[in-house]
Every structure is written in structure tokens, then in C-alpha cells.
T-cell receptor, first 109, second 117 residues
Framework: GESVGLHLPTLSVQEGDNSIINCAYS??????FIWYKQESGKGPQFIID?????DKRQGQRVTVLLNKTVKHLSLQIAATQPGDSAVYFC????????FGTGTSLTVIP | GAVVSQHPSWVICKSGTSVKIECRSL??????MFWYRQFPKQSLMLMAT???????TYEQGVEKDKFLINHASLTLSTLTVTSAHPEDSSFYIC???WGQGRDYGYTFGSGTRLTVV
């Protein structure tokens, strides 16, 4: 969705647990979504993407779920590690490329 | 593949001076590039979208005369912050789109930390 510059929500998980990060979007016509990870002081890094003709896509330790009915995306990280600590954004590229608010994930050793 | 190089990674400038930030696609042609700014603990805010050879499209509230964008080639876009002031201090990030049809994506630069003193 469109970035509104809100302060980031936070999520803390224990190392080894699974993490779930959620994202809502507003444009029902959106057909492509990307999850990015941003570490402090760095640019966003691509994690995984999904197209609207899919409900689920898996990568290495990550799974993205897409629920078009309620316009909701989630990113699941399995066996969360300290290196996963970062801010996670969902984005729906189009003519403009807006980012969601983001979620700051902290992994507790 | 699809690497975007952004320079400088950080810059400190005096108030009133201008600063140029470069964004280069190293191994692909970037028809469209995006410029963002990001304040601490906030999301990326899209400033403008630029297409090679045409004028950039600025988001509402972004001063086009202050943030000059030039996308003169398929591998280079520049953002110039003119007459910078302390409130312009921020993290600026570029992104470039690659590919076409069903095989396309977006790659980000590593960002530029601008501090205006």
C-alpha cells in the first residue's frame, strides 16, 4: 500500500521460533507483491515475491501467503535467526512503487 | 544480476549547497527508476518516478525545483538536492526496474545518508 510515514510496528521473537509478519493492501487490482528486508543503514533487499494467481510461495525459510479476498499478505520466517533482525516491508509495484509501513523484527537470542 | 550502485553512501554538506546522488544500473538497462527518502524508524516514501529521456513524475508535496532528477541514460539517474537545509537530512534510496512482461523485478541501491549542517 501507499506509504504514510507512520512509525514502524514492532515484533519480537525468540531465536528458533517462527515469525509471521502481516501486510494489508488496498488495491484489489494489484497483481504482484514483493517482500523486502531492510537492515539498519542499508537499502531494501528482495526476499520473495508472489503474483496474484498464487496463494502461496515458498523460498528458503520464508513463505508468503496471499489472501486476495481480504487483501492480506503474510511473510512467515521459519526458525528465526538473529540475522533476520531487520525491518520488513511489503510492496505492490505498479506505475508508482509504494511501500507499506513496515514491521521491525527483533530476534531475541 | 540486476545490481544497482548508488553513490555516495554518505555525504555531509553545508546548508545552502547542492548535493548530487547517483544511481547506476550495472548490468541491465533501467527504463524506470524510483527515488525515495526515509526518515528514522519510518517507511520509504516515494519522491518521484523517472523514465529515461522524460521528465520525472513527482509525488504530491515533493518540490521538483528542490529535488532535481535527471534520467539521461538507461543506466544512470541522478537526484540533486538543491540549496540543502538541515530538514533535508535523510536517507535517500533509489530503485530501478528491470525486465519486462511476466519476468520483471526491482532492485534497490544501498542508499545515501545525507546530513546537512
Amino acid at each position: 500500500g501507499e506509504s504514510v510515514g507512520l512509525h514502524l510496528p514492532t515484533l519480537s521473537v525468540q531465536e528458533g521460533d517462527n515469525s509471521i509478519i502481516n501486510c494489508a493492501y488496498s488495491n484489489s487490482a494489484s497483481d504482484y507483491f514483493i517482500w523486502y528486508k531492510q537492515e539498519s543503514g542499508k537499502g531494501p533487499q528482495f526476499i520473495i515475491d508472489i503474483r496474484s494467481n498464487m496463494d502461496k510461495r515458498q523460498g528458503q525459510r520464508v513463505t508468503v501467503l496471499l489472501n486476495k479476498t481480504v487483501k492480506h499478505l503474510s511473510l512467515q520466517i521459519a526458525a528465526t535467526q538473529p540475522g533476520d533482525s531487520a525491518v520488513y516491508f511489503c510492496a505492490e509495484p505498479g506505475n508508482q512503487f509504494y511501500f507499506g509501513t513496515g514491521t521491525s523484527l527483533t530476534v531475541i537470542p | 544480476g540486476a545490481v544497482v550502485s548508488q553513490h555516495p553512501s554518505w555525504v555531509i554538506c553545508k546548508s545552502g549547497t547542492s548535493v548530487k546522488i547517483e544511481c547506476r544500473s550495472l548490468d541491465f538497462q533501467a527504463t524506470t527508476m524510483f527515488w525515495y527518502r526515509q526518515f528514522p524508524k519510518q517507511s520509504l516514501m516515494l519522491m518521484a518516478t523517472s523514465n529515461e529521456g522524460s521528465k520525472a513524475t513527482y509525488e504530491q508535496g515533493v518540490e521538483k525545483d528542490k529535488f532535481l532528477i535527471n534520467h539521461a541514460s538507461l543506466t544512470l539517474s541522478t537526484l540533486t538536492v538543491t540549496s540543502a537545509h538541515p530538514e533535508d537530512s535523510s536517507f535517500y534510496i533509489c530503485s530501478a526496474s528491470w525486465g519486462q512482461g511476466r519476468d520483471y523485478g526491482y532492485t534497490f541501491g544501498s542508499g545515501t545518508r545525507l546530513t546537512v549542517v
